[in-house]
């Protein structure tokens, strides 16, 4: 009887160490300078909400993302400089202040860097068009003579 016990306190206690792993078919991990994205495959998303913009899905694999930016470059000056809304569907703004527009331009990349988009800025709000790209994630790099100054990671869902 103790060795039943035990057997199944035993079992009970291993599965709690791995309830918060996933059975799935395939998947794996990525990682891109200090942004990491995980993905599954032979799993069931069951239903996704979608309330003002922000997305969940129900199923096993969740994700939390954190928007960040470089703000400075060394020997450089900083640029004021905002890009919304983020996420988006169709256009981010590009808004820039206290700063010469000469020499100054933006450029979309994928996360990987294969360039999309890459225009001069002419005024302190530029619009950046998206409506042809699938939904994913971009890199949005503002340059000043052709050095990336200041760069924002762009969500763009449907």
Do not use: H
């Not at 294969?114 to 001069?120: A, K, L, R, V």
């Amino acid at each position: 009887m103790k060795r039943l016990t035990l057997l199944v306190t035993f079992v009970l206690f291993a599965c709690n160490l791995f309830s918060q792993r996933v059975l799935s078919s395939s998947g794996g991990t990525g990682t891109f300078d200090d942004f990491s994205v995980n993905w599954s495959i032979g799993e069931v998303v069951t239903e996704t909400f979608s309330i003002g913009g922000i997305i969940v899905n129900q199923g096993f694999n969740q994700y939390a993302e954190t928007v960040k930016d470089i703000t400075t470059v060394d020997g450089y000056e900083t640029i004021n400089a905002i890009a919304y809304p983020n996420p988006t569907t169709n256009y981010v703004y590009i808004k820039v202040s206290d700063i010469e527009l000469t020499g100054l331009s933006y450029m979309l990349t994928t996360l990987e860097g294969m360039p999309i988009i890459q225009e001069p800025i002419n005024s302190e709000e530029t619009a950046v068009d998206l409506l042809t790209l699938s939904p994913s994630l971009y890199l949005l790099s503002i340059l000043k003579e052709g050095i990336v100054v200041r760069s924002f990671r762009i969500v763009k869902i449907e």
